[in-house]
């Protein structure tokens, strides 16, 4: 396959409309409450650190999504903002003490402003040459961080980030209470990446993603576009890694790392691409299956994890939520041909 | 003066590991559009067997530099048949997860059944000295890689541009839509040729076995360089993954013997140079992205 | 969508919940008693699936099991434990992993005391964990002097070895023995860094020069033209600072660069899992500093058969360690009738101690760093080798005093 063929392959085989899961907006308003009505029950069903984690990690899943599901870019580099933005929220926190909210907006910002100059650079190529570019970036800001040691620790990582918040010390110092007031940040930024989605610019994303010259053709500046969605889903992302920061007390240079980049992208496959849900629902199988496995000792996360991802590409393409809504759709339909 | 002809021949000598390898890499991509991350593990798998084949049954490194890719032939025509085939048609995408999938599945078993502090590896003797060479003291193993290496890839080129499978193999690589239309069954070539990628990278593993810990994560690191070799050659093109292997070597040789800090970075900065000035890659055709 | 669909996804969702509550373990945190909960939790956080899994990992749990038998056999009726149980985790040698897991072990699962923790990056992370917690933590595996010094509080203890005392025990010596000019390659990151600041320290004090100061990436596996560079100028001894796979690649590669034989390999930290791990060939004639060797005297083997009887391989120092630790920890529970973490510091602190571990023992109380005879030992050539472990010898016994630094205020709690 030449990389002609490669760059005009007809991309994740999505729908053009956002598929609703279903017509009546009374469901619709049904399932989000249950959603947050789960939200708000976590942390006294799971272990209120782990709750905070899929959280953190639903985020960041969703940034990926936004991107890669809406605007058919995949990044193989994303945990350069997830992990830029942990280090910045450390450090404002450790350095200022101010509240973790306000740290964790400092941590966006960083993301953000990495993403201009890497997304003007990165979306001048496509497919496979950007996913490659996200990663040759990333892997620069992980041996950056590697050796700006005095600011980022190294091999020891950031250490001791305060979780303060007003004074309130149950918030402090409990995970508990921790996580609700952390959840609304999460939530914040849920809704920040639903309104993009559905709004006339994300209309245009998916214009984009499906035939490119088609949108230019149009009149679309295709790559400002592109750029647009890429600093937006880095500052989701950043959002999601700073409150991971701010959870754990901790940044280490795993958050940098490929692994963590490849982590995110398996969590928004197994949700289901370009469903937008999906990334929260992947990443409750995946902290809870890793949760799981390793308070029993199992010695085989890897084969769990890898073969859970294989026969998700290979059977269930459309990930969780993406085949449950195809299943629902389909019998919608045939009940439709029935009457 | 002597110690940059040395710094040269080890750059060479992993540099032949990384053109063995994305020779591989690239033969794979140009023909089935597969950007295989299995890759690294591939090349574990090969140090892995080969040490296995001198722990368990006494088989030397000579018999394993046959044995081996043979081995890893028949594994990659597996691996092609029962997964990778399904999702060829569609989005390269798909194929990468399937293979990162893959590669996380690979690495486990080997660390489940065979630990993670690696298996000790000797080389063999006749390789374990010194020459001289024009004065300066080399490693004979060093020599013998970066040679065997350069050997191989030669005659890899020479197969493809002399034979007919070879020409197939290109003109699928060009347009396999075109080829097929002149009549040529591309299909029947493509399990062979991914399961030759394979065993590319095998022998890959079995040349490092001697020479480098072999452990369950010694692929880890090597594919994520090997992706950037592949791109900084040109990601369909056979010579570009070859003479970027070595040269990615080379930087990284004289990277660590100069500015030890900046190692590690100067290849991802080359990669992302190449790909933002010259897509294509050194020598892969001009692409419109 | 009709009503009952909507219903089922209702229910579906409902359904999940309650078996999610059924793994359990939310809730907020709750208070606890004279012996809180009313047992003695252990933990034991270490790498069971990566480089260290041989030297401590698993069976780190068996040697605490150990002592918990000779505790309770000592105590039978009179134990003030009564129910003691031991928790494990991995923490694949990262730090975010390792304070996650320490967070989780104290909150989650009621660990009193957190053994074991190899990585000085991971060790760091849960000595903060502890301080922030106000529970113990006893570290045997990790290296880093930080634990005794600028990183060191009321609740960590450093049992084993560090940085220092590797230094001291193997710069020292070979620089007095002869080798005066040294070359050091270093991983740079924390401990490589330590290691090379605490074998410039001692080697310089022994009357030797370091020449070259040479650090490489972490982790690494081509460490060829370093050694090139290392030997450039002609050292009598080529330091390498490396640990686990870094280490035998180092080796490895050293040995094929011709300069085995003609330069002295000193390697600063060498276990057992090593040896065995690259073959007493690689590294024949290596000197190294051991905090314990399980051939070394009858109380020591008559602990390894213990060992060996249910894991079938022999203990490393890690495992003696961890029995030794765990062991003390419960004597002094016993000893002050709670597992209140403030009255066991007291009770351990300034504490002299002779086990099968801690020869000539000494709990520090300006540092808590557990001084204990060293050991200076040499890998055994091949005809030497009685069995599967037996890959050592040791040479000299560095006494207690000697072995470790004296505390020099750098830690104030």
């Given amino acids: 396959m030449s990389t002609d063929e490669l760059t005009r392959a007809q991309h994740v085989d999505l729908p053009a409309e956002p598929v609703r899961f279903a017509e009546r907006p009374l469901v619709r308003a049904a399932m989000l409450l249950v959603g947050l009505v789960v939200v708000v029950a976590l942390p006294w069903l799971i272990y209120p650190p782990v709750a905070m984690d899929i959280l953190a990690w639903g985020l960041f899943a969703i940034s990926v999504d936004l991107l890669l599901g809406f605007t058919g870019l995949l990044s193989f580099g994303h945990a350069a903002f997830w992990g830029a933005s942990a280090y910045a929220t450390g450090l404002v926190a450790i350095h200022s003490g101010l509240p973790f909210p306000l740290a964790v907006i400092a941590g966006v910002v960083v993301a953000m402003l990495l993403a201009v100059p890497t997304g003007y650079l990165a979306v001048r190529r496509a497919g496979i040459y950007f996913a490659m570019v996200t990663l040759a970036f990333a892997q620069m800001l992980y041996f950056v961080a590697n050796q700006w040691r005095s600011v980022t620790g190294g091999e020891d990582g950031l250490q001791g980030i305060q979780k303060s918040f007003f004074g309130l010390t149950s918030i402090e110092t409990d995970p508990f209470y921790f996580y609700y007031a952390a959840a609304p940040i999460v939530l914040i930024g849920v809704a920040i990446a639903w309104r993009v989605v559905h709004s006339p610019f994300g209309r245009v994303l998916v214009a984009v993603r499906d035939n490119p010259a088609r949108a230019r053709a149009l009149g679309y500046d295709v790559d400002r576009y592109k750029v647009m969605a890429f600093v937006i889903s880095a500052g989701v992302a950043g959002l999601a890694g700073g409150v991971f920061a701010a959870s754990h007390g901790f940044a280490s240079l795993q958050e940098l790392s490929w692994t963590t980049s490849g982590k995110v992208v398996l969590i928004t496959v197994l949700g289901g691409i370009g469903t937008f849900w999906g990334g929260p629902i992947g990443a409750g199988v995946v902290v809870l299956l890793e949760d799981r496995m390793a308070s029993s000792g199992f010695n085989g996360v890897g084969i769990v994890t890898g073969t859970i991802f294989i026969v998700i590409v290979l059977l269930f393409r459309h990930g969780i939520w993406g085949t449950a809504r195809d299943l629902i759709a389909r019998a919608a339909a045939a009940r439709r041909r029935r009457r | ?289 | 969508m009709t009503r009952s669909t909507s219903l089922a996804l209702t229910a579906g969702a409902v359904g999940t919940g309650l078996l999610l509550a059924a793994c359990g373990g939310g809730g907020p945190a709750a208070g606890g008693g004279a012996l809180t909960d009313d047992k003695v939790v252990l933990g034991v956080l270490n790498d069971q699936s990566g480089i260290y899994k041989d030297l401590s990992g698993p069976n780190s749990k068996v040697a605490v099991e150990m002592a918990i038998e000779d505790y309770t056999k000592k105590y039978a009726d009179k134990a003030v434990a009564k129910t003691i149980e031991i928790v494990t985790a991995d923490h694949q040698n990262k730090p975010d992993i390792a304070n996650t897991k320490a967070q989780e072990m104290y909150d989650r699962q009621k660990a009193d005391i957190i053994l074991d923790v190899p990585t000085s990056s991971a060790a760091l992370a849960v000595a903060g964990v502890a301080k922030a917690k106000k529970k113990l933590h006893i570290n045997i595996t990790a290296g880093s002097t930080a634990l005794t010094g600028a990183q060191c509080n009321k609740y960590t203890f450093h049992y084993a070895y560090d940085t220092w005392m590797l230094a001291h025990g193997t710069g020292a010596t070979i620089t007095k023995a002869g080798g005066k000019k040294w070359n050091l390659v270093y991983p740079d990151y924390a401990f490589g860094q330590d290691m090379q600041k605490s074998f410039t320290e001692e080697v310089t004090k022994a009357g030797g020069t370091i020449g070259q100061s040479i650090p490489t990436p972490f982790p690494n596996d081509n460490f060829a033209t370093y050694i090139t560079k290392a030997a450039a100028d002609d050292p009598d001894v080529i330091g390498s600072m490396h640990a686990g796979g870094d280490l035998i690649n180092f080796v490895k590669q050293f040995n094929q660069s011709g300069l085995k034989g003609k330069t002295q390999l000193a390697v600063g930290l060498l276990f057992i899992t090593d040896i065995h791990s690259l073959g007493v060939d690689q590294f024949e004639g290596t000197q190294f500093t051991d905090s314990w060797y399980w051939n070394f005297d009858e109380q020591n083997r008559a602990f390894a058969d213990r060992f060996t009887a249910k894991t079938q391989t022999r203990p490393t120092f890690a495992h003696a360690a961890n029995y030794s630790a765990a062991m003390n920890y419960l004597e002094s529970v016993q000893a002050t009738g709670t597992d209140d973490a403030d009255k066991i510091v007291a009770d351990l602190e300034g504490k002299k101690i002779n086990d099968v571990f801690l020869r000539n023992g000494e709990i520090r109380k300006e540092d808590h760093n557990v001084i204990h005879d060293a050991y200076l030992n040499e890998v055994k050539s091949k005809d030497e080798v009685t069995e599967e472990w037996d890959l050592q010898k040791v040479i000299k016994t560095i006494p207690a005093a000697e072995a470790f630094k004296p505390a020099d205020g750098s830690c104030t709690m």
Wanted: with cysteine; net charge neutral.
């Fill in chain 2, 1 to 289: 003066m002597g110690a940059l002809i040395q710094y040269t021949l080890q750059g060479l000598a992993a540099g032949g590991f990384y053109a063995l390898a994305a020779l591989g890499l690239a033969v794979i991509f140009g023909v089935l559009g597969v950007v295989n991350f299995s890759h690294g593990a591939c090349y574990m798998l090969g140090a892995v067997g080969t040490a296995l084949l001198l722990n368990e049954l006494g088989i030397g490194f000579w018999a394993a530099l046959v044995i081996i890719p043979v081995v890893m032939f028949a594994f990659g025509v597996f691996i092609e048949r029962a997964l990778v085939h399904w999702l060829v048609g569609l989005d390269p995408l798909y194929n990468f997860l399937l293979t990162f999938g893959l590669t996380l599945v690979l690495v486990d078993l080997v660390k489940r059944r065979y630990g993670v502090s690696g298996m000790p590896y000797e080389p063999p003797a006749l390789l374990a000295g010194r020459i001289e060479v024009a004065g300066v003291s080399l490693s004979t193993y060093q020599v013998f890689a970066a040679t065997f290496s350069l050997v191989v890839c030669v005659l890899v080129w020479l197969a493809i541009t002399r034979t007919r499978v070879g020409m197939i193999v290109r003109a699928a690589t060009e347009d396999a839509e075109r080829t097929r239309a002149l009549g040529i069954n591309v299909g029947r070539w493509v399990t062979p040729v991914f399961g030759f990628g394979i065993a590319l990278a095998g022998l890959a593993g079995v040349l490092a076995a001697p020479f480098r810990a072999v452990t369950a994560d010694m692929g880890s690191n090597f594919i994520i360089i090997l992706f950037a070799v592949v791109v900084i050659g040109g990601l369909g093109s056979i010579m570009g993954a070859v003479v970027a292997g070595f040269l990615v070597g080379l930087v990284e040789a004289y990277g660590q013997a100069y500015v030890p800090a900046l190692s590690q970075v100067l290849i991802f900065v080359l990669m992302a140079a190449v790909i933002l000035v010259r897509p294509a890659g050194l020598f892969g055709r001009e692409d419109t992205a």
